[in-house]
Every structure is written in C-alpha cells, then in structure tokens.
C-alpha cells in the first residue's frame, strides 16, 4: 500500500485478554519500529526491527508484550493479559534506509491502533 | 541514554506572530527529524536534517540544525490557525541503534 497500514484501528477488550495489532510497512521499508502513545503523553519506544532482527527491544514495558516481524515485511504486536495502564495508541512506523546516514530516510508512521482496556 | 527536550511544552501566540520552538538533546547526532500531531491523528513528517547548518523551509515554518549545540529549532513566521497543533522532535543517535528518540512536545495553539 502507500502508507504504513495498522490493524486494527480501535480495539476494545477485557482485562486479562491477549491482544495482537499488526502493522503493515511501506512496501521495501527494511526498518520497522513501534510506539506506545498514551492520552495526552509523549511517544514511548518499544522495539524496532531491521529486517526481521530486533537489535533493541530495551522498550518493551514488560514481559507481557513481544513483537515479531515476519519475511521482513509485517511486525505483530503482542499484549498478554492486557491491563487497564495498557490502554494507549499504538503507534507503528516504518523508513527506507537504515545506518546511511548521508540519505534522507523519512520515517513514516501508520494511524495507529487505539486499545482500551477495560 | 539519549534525552530529548523541547520547549516550551505549551505555546499559545496570536496570528501573525514568530515564534520559535527549541529542541535539545544530550548526545552527538547528524540526524533529526520535525513531526506535526494533530489531535487524534497520527504523525505527519515535517522535516529530515542530516548535518550541521542543515536548514530546511516549508511553507510558514523552518527547521534548522547545529549539531554542535546539540540543538534544532522549528521556526514559525507570520502563524495561521491552521498550524494549531502538537510538534515533537524526535533524534537518531550516531552511536548504537537506530532507536528513534521522541522530546516531550510541544503543543502550539495560535489564536485569531
């Protein structure tokens, strides 16, 4: 597609619930990161991806959330046993070029998926 | 660890003003980018800047970069409603990862 696709874009569930949101890069984007963006609040780092290898995962709240990236094309974002301080926009972004820095790799980011954990 | 601070954090100014919004950071980098949030709404990218002096220009609002102050700085001349919104800066550190490190915001509301 032409942009970063996430999926879904609102989801709504239970506390204790596992939850996956999926996010789709730029079609060729090799770098593939993740943000957590609660209400009103600044963008918090999850994980990043180059390629299909995590070289920082030091975001990840807890070890309720993991992430995987498959054929270095969609990441999952995984929530085990959701909680209420887990409600937030999750925020996906993708870019072109990575460690170059001499080119302009824009980094692109979805509309984000918004979980309410109730 | 990278750190990121931008000020103000809020910043109401009448139509037709300048303004400038500071972006620090505590490490060396060549690589900074500007986004623009609306309310609601995802991230829109404003500007790439990749070296020492860089300056780029778009429309009523301008960014540039001195990497050895470790600072940027988004301009806004003659301000319009329509740039009502938050803008965050956000910094890729020479060393390490490509970890994209986010400043707290700012939040800009320009009054008729």
């Known amino acids: 597609g032409a942009g970063v696709s996430q999926s879904p874009s609102n989801k709504v569930t239970e506390k204790g619930k596992d939850v996956e949101l999926r996010c789709d890069p730029i079609?060729?984007?090799?770098?593939l990161y993740w943000y957590r963006q609660s209400l009103g609040q600044g963008l918090e780092f999850l994980i990043y991806?180059?390629?299909?290898?995590?070289?920082?995962k030091s975001g990840l709240p807890s070890d309720r959330f993991s992430a995987e990236r498959t054929g270095g094309s969609v990441s999952t974002l995984t929530i085990q046993r959701t909680q209420q301080e887990d409600s937030a926009v999750y925020l996906c972004?993708?870019?072109?070029?990575?460690?170059?820095?001499?080119?302009?790799?824009?980094?692109?980011f979805g509309e984000g998926s918004w979980l309410t954990v109730v | 660890e990278l750190k990121v601070e931008q000020n103000p954090l809020f910043l109401s100014m009448q139509e037709g003003k300048n303004y400038t919004i500071y972006c620090n950071y505590s490490?060396?980098?060549?690589?900074l980018y500007w986004y623009r949030q609306d309310p609601g709404k995802s991230l829109e990218s404003l500007f790439v800047?990749?070296?020492?002096?860089a300056v780029k220009q778009e429309g009523r609002l301008m960014a540039s970069l001195d990497t050895k102050a470790r600072l940027s700085t988004l301009h806004i001349t003659a301000a319009v409603h329509d740039l009502s919104a938050t803008y965050f800066c956000?910094?890729?550190?020479?060393?390490?990862?490509?970890?994209?490190?986010f400043g707290t915001g700012t939040r800009l509301t320009i009054i008729p």
């Open positions: 991806f180059q390629g299909n290898s995590a070289p920082d």
């Open positions: 079609s060729g984007h090799t770098a």
């Open positions: 800047l990749l070296s020492n002096g």
């Open positions: 956000a910094v890729i550190s020479n060393f390490g990862n490509e970890k994209l490190t």
């Open positions: 490490t060396t980098s060549d690589r």
């Open positions: 972004a993708s870019s072109l070029v990575v460690n170059i820095q001499l080119l302009g790799n824009t980094i692109y």
